[in-house]
């Protein structure tokens, strides 16, 4: 066991439903193995700041089912640079913390990685992203209720869709990553499916929807995923009106209701899980690593691995999107 007696705790990148659990977990882990547990605000941004504040197990009451982040977020520039991060170490070493937790995507650990090397602090982290695009876990805090909000969304479109002889695009988060755009669209029925991962062939799709017409199949829905090569939703309905004017087509761009709300079972039980491992991997010694779930067990991934290497698409699930939409 190590000899570390405080740790920190902080969330950044774009906040995802689950986080609290996770920050709950943390803190209550580590006053269960008699840590001081310190909740770092606003990412990055609050560490250079010196926004940090000792947690006690009260501080996580009540704040399991809510989305967002208690100790919130931020998407930090001045770290970026070396004396942001020579002041954020600073602020670490004067508030007594030996070892960290970051919970957040891949700018979180790209973050993680460099300023524990350069500062010798130790940090590992708990994958916390909708976009489900980290590599070393099956699933990412947030995901799956980013997921269930994002098929629940297709269903209401698709009343619309359907009543009014109309084809929908709907556009979902996702600026690198097509997992959220994949699993929404196979589980809402979806004609299409547009993902960064895969080439987007637009006049394939518009012959798809011609055979549709031709089918007298009256209403449509294409889910796009935002980083998809065509541009997003809008200028693919662009194109389709141009090429192919016999739907009333219509776009809806889901954003950020996709990243809120309160976290599914499943995004709480991983959170908890992940965020206990998160520390006890701290009191083990097992630093620069990102907690996460392989085939229902707990894993450990060098950030510079979780970093480099990418989560495959499922690409029997683009099939199937094919199949499924004849
Ligand atoms: O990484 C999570 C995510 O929601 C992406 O899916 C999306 O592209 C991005 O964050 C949006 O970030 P922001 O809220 O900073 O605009």
């Not at 950044?12 to 977990?25: K, L, Q, V, Y």
């Amino acid at each position: 066991m190590s000899e570390i007696k405080t740790i920190g705790v902080f969330t950044s990148g774009g906040d995802s439903p689950g986080m609290n659990a996770c920050i709950r977990a943390v803190v209550r882990t580590g006053i269960y193995h008699k840590l001081r547990v310190m909740g770092i605000y606003r990412g990055y941004e609050g560490m250079i700041d010196g926004d940090i504040e000792e947690m006690k197990s009260s501080s996580v009451s009540d704040i399991i089912h809510h989305g967002g982040t208690i100790l919130q977020s931020a998407r930090s520039q001045r770290f970026r640079t070396p004396e942001g991060r020579a002041t954020a170490a600073e602020n670490l070493r004067q508030a007594g913390i030996e070892g960290v937790v970051a919970i957040g995507g891949d700018g979180t650990i790209t973050g993680a990685k460099v300023f524990s090397a350069e500062h010798k602090i130790p940090f590992v982290a708990c994958p916390g992203t909708i976009d489900n695009d980290l590599f070393g876990t099956d699933y990412t805090i947030g995901y799956d209720t980013a997921l269930n909000t994002a098929v629940y969304a297709v269903d209401k479109i698709r009343d619309t869709a359907a009543s009014h002889n109309r084809l929908f695009l709907i556009e979902v988060m996702g600026r690198d990553a097509g997992f959220i755009a994949l699993n929404a669209g196979i589980a809402g029925g979806a004609e299409a499916v547009l993902i960064p991962e895969t080439p987007t062939d637009v006049s394939g799709l518009i012959a798809t929807l011609k055979q549709g017409w031709d089918r007298k199949k009256s209403s449509s829905i294409i889910v796009v995923a935002e980083g998809d090569e065509a541009g997003g939703a809008f200028k693919v309905a662009q194109e389709i009106r141009r090429q192919f004017s016999h739907y009333d087509t219509r776009v809806t761009v889901l954003g950020h209701i996709q990243r809120g709300g309160s976290p599914t079972c499943m995004d709480r039980v991983q959170a908890s899980e992940l965020g206990n491992a998160a520390v006890r991997a701290l009191l083990n010694g097992e630093y620069s690593v990102l907690l996460g779930k392989l085939d229902g067990k707990i894993s450990k991934t060098p950030f510079e691995k979780a970093i480099k290497e990418h989560n495959d698409i499922n690409m029997n699930l683009v099939e199937l999107v094919k199949v499924l939409s004849i």
